[in-house]
Each structure stands twice: as structure tokens, then as C-alpha cells.
């Protein structure tokens, strides 16, 4: 078997179009990463602070505990000033800390001003509590009392507990905030698969192989009348389609890793990234507001929107964690890709027409699909999973857990759709 999928990689490299298209798809990845790096110069890796309201807090009750409290709000604003102009003077260390602090003690606050119970509402609530004991922070609870209207309102929390998290998490790693667009050996794989191989991979996938019937048409003959062999054969060239595929698209992505290892290391590995828990352990649609109108903010390499701000689900996952469960999926598409294209390759006697239908039908697909939408129909549509990074990080109303299983599902529907035709469609 092996040696037939050697054969059929060896020949796929050596047809000077695949060699063409493999060339033009290296140097927009390498035109991509020249953008990004430039990019990332200008972007900043860091959030403006949300600071403390003191609307709803009246004198009346306590004068004395009033203006304690409005102590621990001045030295707090005198914080925030220090913080924002030591993020700009790039002190990194000395953000990070009063990221920790400022967002704990916003967090706290808005556990104070919530008439929401604790113990059911405020996730994380316990680490926060930590993190102030560890920081020597002020014990914001004790000014309740002059609190004379509480809120409903608890999104704000779950945006300070997040960035709490997150800068302890780089403070205590010894990490450097980087931005959004920030390229080196550790993130190159997360930002070319989720800015070229969304759009790319299905084109590569099927100008690579829509000439495969044609160049087989000769061999198959041969070879499906061998005793044993002709249940295999399906098997066989799906196997070599694919490693063809992860071959052009992974290789290159490996190299740049080596490239940059020399010039910024791989510390990044384990930098922080904020994902979707509740869609990557199971089948949950996010169902609230569109991101159509929304601006997006990056907090590191997550493109955050005003809602997962807001959301208790987001969770932190090391950066490599992240890039495996992203290739992943991306092995997982590739797969359909292939028994797609080979399907209609079976099913249609014209090369030309397969691919056309091949590209209509993606192209639908991903119309029906953009990034904002929210019917849930869409949880069916394999184009709503051609981003297993937006789908993984939260960006995308359907999540990481039944993009797997739905794509999955179409993979072996179309295996055995494939075995069926080389049974029954004269080659």
C-alpha cells in the first residue's frame, strides 16, 4: 500500500501545475507574514482599564467610610495613569502587574455593586479572591454599605476576571504582551490558518487533484481487476490525496517555525489564549447578539468582540494547546476536501465540471455562513467550520466540539459514498 501512496505523492510533485500552484501558495504566505509582522508594530497589546463607577455609592450613609473609600479610588486612579504610561514606555513587567491589580479590584467591585449571589453568578470568584490576598489589594466588600442602588448588570465582571487571569498568567510566565498580528516561530501556524487556509485550502485541494481521474484512468483499469485489492484502492488514494495535501500545506508552515526559531525563540508556546470552553466541550450555539456592527479587540492573539468579553465561558489554553486542536481541524478538512472532490470526479465525466461544482458548492456554502451569522440551520453547514481557529477561540457562533463531529460525519458519509462509486461508476 505504502508503495503506492509514495508513488501517487511522488508524481503529484512532480506535474509542473501542482509545482506552480504550490510555488504562488508559498509566496502569499510569505506576503502575509511580512503584513502581519509590519502590522503588528502599530497595534497596541494592551486594554485601556474600565475603572471603578462610583455612581451608585452615597456619602449619606457612612462620611467617614465615603472618603476612605474615595482614598482607595484616587490611589487607584493614580494607578491606572502609572500603568497606561508604563504600557506605553513598553515596561512590560509593571503593566503586567497593574493589569493584575486593577482588573481584580474592578472585578470585586462589580461582585459588590451586583445583587447577583456569588457563589452562582461570578465565576472564578474564588481566584480573584486569591489573586487580591496575593497582591496586597484592598478588600473593596467593606464599602458596601454605602452603596444605595445595586445592578443587575454582571458582563463587566466577567471582562475584568478574564483580564485578571490573563495578565497573572503572563506575570507569573514571565511573558511579553504581543498583539494580535504578532508573528514568530510559536504563532506562525495560528495566523496562516486562520488568515490564507480558510479560503485556500479547499482552492488547493481542488486544483491539486481535479486532474486526478484523467491521470488514473489508465492505472485503475489495471488495478481493480487485481483480486483483493479493488476494496483497498478507495482507501489507498484517499490516503495519498490527503498526505499530499498536509504535505504542501504543513511543510512550508514547518520551515517558517525553523526560519524563526533563531530571531524570537519559542517562549510563546506557552502564551495564554483565550478560547470558547462551552463550544469546545460539547454541542453549545452561542446564542446572543450578531457581530456584524461590534468592534473587534484583541486581547494578545484573540480577536475579542464586547460579547465574549462579557461571557463567563472564555477560558485560557496555552498557545501549542491550541495550535494542535487548530491542525486538527485542519487535517479533518482536508479529509472532506478530498472525498468531495473525488466524489464528483466519480459522478461527473468532465474534470472541468466537477471542480466548477466542487467550488459552487464550497462558495455557497461559506455565503450561507459568514462570520455574524446566527441561524442555527448553519450548525449543518461544513462551511461554518472552515475556520477551526475562529471556531475554537469564540469568534464564530459555532463551536470547536461540532465542527469536529459535523465534519467528521460528512468525511465518512462521503468515504463510503466513494466506495460505492468505485463499484458501480465505470472508471
Known amino acids: 500500500m505504502w508503495t503506492y501512496v509514495l508513488f501517487n505523492i511522488k508524481s503529484n510533485l512532480k506535474r509542473k501545475e501542482n509545482l506552480i500552484l504550490v510555488v504562488l501558495f508559498i509566496i502569499c504566505e510569505i506576503a502575509l507574514l511580512f503584513i502581519l509582522n509590519t502590522k503588528s508594530f502599530t497595534e497596541s497589546p494592551y486594554q485601556t482599564s474600565l475603572g471603578i463607577s462610583i455612581a451608585s455609592v452615597s456619602q449619606k450613609n457612612d462620611p467617614k467610610l465615603y472618603q476612605e473609600f474615595m482614598d482607595e479610588v484616587n490611589l487607584i486612579r493614580q494607578t491606572i495613569d502609572k500603568g497606561e504610561q508604563d504600557g506605553k514606555d513598553k515596561n512590560w513587567k509593571s503593566y503586567c502587574e497593574y493589569k493584575v491589580k486593577v482588573s481584580v479590584l474592578e472585578a470585586q467591585w462589580y461582585m459588590v455593586t451586583s445583587n447577583m449571589p456569588n457563589d452562582s453568578y461570578f465565576e472564578h470568584a474564588d481566584v480573584i479572591e486569591e489573586l487580591r490576598k496575593e497582591y496586597g489589594l484592598p478588600d473593596l466588600s467593606q464599602y458596601e454599605k454605602l452603596i444605595v442602588q445595586k445592578s443587575n448588570d454582571i458582563n463587566l465582571y466577567f471582562c475584568s476576571m478574564q483580564q485578571a487571569r490573563y495578565f497573572d498568567y503572563l506575570l507569573k510566565h514571565d511573558l511579553t504582551p504581543i498583539t494580535y498580528s504578532y508573528v514568530d516561530a510559536s504563532s506562525v501556524s495560528l495566523q496562516i490558518a486562520r488568515y490564507i487556509l480558510p479560503v485556500v485550502l479547499p482552492l488547493l485541494v481542488g486544483l491539486l487533484l481535479f486532474q486526478q481521474r484523467e491521470r488514473r484512468a489508465k492505472t485503475e483499469k489495471t488495478i481493480l481487476t487485481i483480486s483483493g485489492v479493488k476494496k483497498k484502492y478507495v482507501r489507498w488514494n484517499l490516503i495519498s490525496d490527503v ?75 496555552p498557545l501549542w494547546q491550541c495550535t494542535l486542536f487548530v491542525a486538527f481541524g485542519l487535517v479533518l478538512s482536508t479529509i472532506f ?91
Request: proline letters at 4%.
Open 243 to 317: 498526505l499530499f495535501v498536509l504535505l504542501v500545506v504543513f511543510l512550508p508552515i514547518l520551515v517558517y517555525m525553523i526560519v524563526l526559531v533563531p530571531f524570537k525563540g519559542v517562549s510563546n508556546l506557552i502564551y495564554p489564549v483565550l478560547y470558547y470552553k462551552p463550544g469546545f466541550t460539547g454541542f453549545h450555539y452561542w446564542d446572543t447578539q450578531g457581530l456584524d456592527h461590534i468592534e473587534l479587540v484583541a486581547s494578545g492573539l484573540t480577536n475579542m468582540s464586547v460579547n465574549q468579553f462579557t461571557t463567563p465561558g472564555m477560558e485560557l489554553m
Open 337 to 427: 476536501y478530498v472525498l468531495l472532490i473525488t466524489v464528483l470526479s466519480k459522478l461527473m465525466k468532465n474534470k472541468y465540471l466537477s471542480l466548477l461544482v466542487f467550488l459552487v458548492v464550497l462558495g455557497l456554502c461559506s455565503f450561507a455562513s459568514p462570520l455574524g451569522n446566527m441561524q442555527k440551520i448553519n450548525t449543518f453547514n461544513p462551511m461554518s467550520y472552515r475556520d477551526f481557529g475562529m471556531n475554537l477561540l469564540g469568534t464564530s457562533y459555532f463551536g470547536y466540539f461540532a465542527g469536529i463531529i459535523i465534519i467528521g460525519l460528512y468525511s465518512v458519509i462521503l468515504y463510503l459514498v466513494s466506495k460505492w462509486c468505485a463499484k458501480k461508476v465505470r472508471v
